[in-house]
């Protein structure tokens, strides 16, 4: 006979509210694939209630889901499925029955972004505004991640720089000790730097930063760049649709301020059936195609086909989406289209030279 299911308190919760009050209505299941071939919220967390060997089943699906967050906005009684699997992949971590091997390309980024040569601080005496570009902005538009500094720096030229890793990988991936010891290494550091704000460039960081709970203000670059009075340059898109990061789904202020920049500019914006709380993976959440390729191939697929159902290019303001979805469609990050004079849609360097970006423009923003 199997023995019921031994779960932390705190996850036993979640797994259990998620039991008792999903309604199996349907809607969650009707936008995600996930969840379409698995089962409902509430079937899922009922039977792993059952068992051991149906918890532990369930803590490793927790893989295959994107934690887009999609299924918590459409709930009409507040379920957060997205949570629990989240909490679920740190117990398959802290219990050891999931190796995380597959996922190692991403957790190689990851540490080579909090280590020199490719972490600095650039934080000059009186400095209370740092920009943090994150990881993967530098790597792919250097160039619109340089204007970007430079912008700050004409506004004040005390501004600061810092080139580090939120460690958003490992706490999506489980390893939440981990990331919570480098976050809090992370915010004490800027903390004793008397920073009173952060301007982010990455939505990741932008979130983890929130949720961290610091004493200074959590920024995007985006919500400066609405104040600033130097000219932007002239975007070589009239008209375009907007794919929000799932990251962001929850954070209004965010998506406005890149619906504000891209009416300030000129474009024209037209809205996808899915954007703003609503909107669906580019198809690199949760780190699914290192663990579940084709249901990121087909959050890629669904993204692509409401763009292309409006036959216009879309506009994000995640570097990782649009290094998913440019090969496929044509995409661009807002920075780079309206900080960096162009004639046309720039695609995405190697992943390999996104090293060498990094070192670059590190290098430059000492010397500037």
């Not at 090969?327 to 920075?335: D, F, N, Q, R, S």
Request: overall charge positive; hydrophobic content about 35%; some cysteine.
């Amino acid at each position: 006979m199997s023995s019921a299911p031994t779960i932390p308190d705190k996850d036993l919760k979640h797994i259990q509210h998620t039991a008792d009050e999903c309604i199996e209505c349907g809607k969650c299941a009707n936008e995600c694939l996930f969840l379409t071939n698995n089962g409902s919220p509430g079937q899922l967390t009922g039977n792993a209630l059952l068992s051991q060997e149906n918890y532990i089943e369930l803590a490793i699906k927790s893989y295959d889901c994107s934690l887009c967050s999609l299924c918590s906005a459409v709930c009409p009684v507040g379920i957060d499925p997205a949570a629990m699997f989240t909490r679920l992949r740190t117990d398959a971590q802290n219990k050891n029955i999931f190796d995380l091997k597959k996922y190692s390309p991403l957790l190689g980024y990851e540490k080579i972004g909090r280590k020199f040569p490719f972490k600095d601080n650039i934080i000059p005496e009186g400095c209370t505004t740092l920009f943090f570009p994150g990881c993967t902005l530098p790597a792919l538009f250097p160039d619109a991640t340089k204007a970007a500094c430079r912008l700050l720096k004409a506004k004040d030229a005390k501004y600061g720089l810092m080139f580090d890793c939120c460690t958003k990988p490992s706490k999506m991936l489980g390893r939440s000790i981990f990331h919570e010891n480098c976050i809090t290494e992370l915010v004490n550091t800027i903390e004793q730097k008397g920073i009173k704000r952060i301007l982010t460039g990455c939505p990741n960081c932008y979130i983890t930063f929130k949720e961290a709970n610091p004493s200074f203000e959590v920024a995007s670059i985006y919500e400066e760049l609405l104040q600033q009075k130097t000219p932007l340059v002239s975007p070589y898109l009239t008209k375009a649709t907007i794919h929000d990061p799932c990251v962001t789904r929850f954070a209004d202020k965010a998506q406005s301020s890149i619906r504000k920049l891209l009416d300030k500019s000129g474009v024209i914006v037209q809205e996808m059936d899915h954007s703003r709380e609503r909107t669906i993976c580019c198809g690199e959440g949760g780190g699914a195609p290192f663990h579940a390729p084709d249901n990121a191939e087909a959050w890629s697929a669904k993204r692509i086909r409401e763009a292309q159902k409006l036959d216009l290019p879309m506009i994000t303001y995640c570097a990782g989406c649009v290094n998913q979805l440019s090969p496929k469609h044509p995409t661009v990050h807002i920075l780079d289209l309206l900080l960096v004079e162009r004639k046309s849609m720039p695609k995405p360097p190697p992943f390999f030279l996104g090293y060498l970006n990094r070192l670059k423009l590190k290098i430059t923003a000492r010397m500037d």
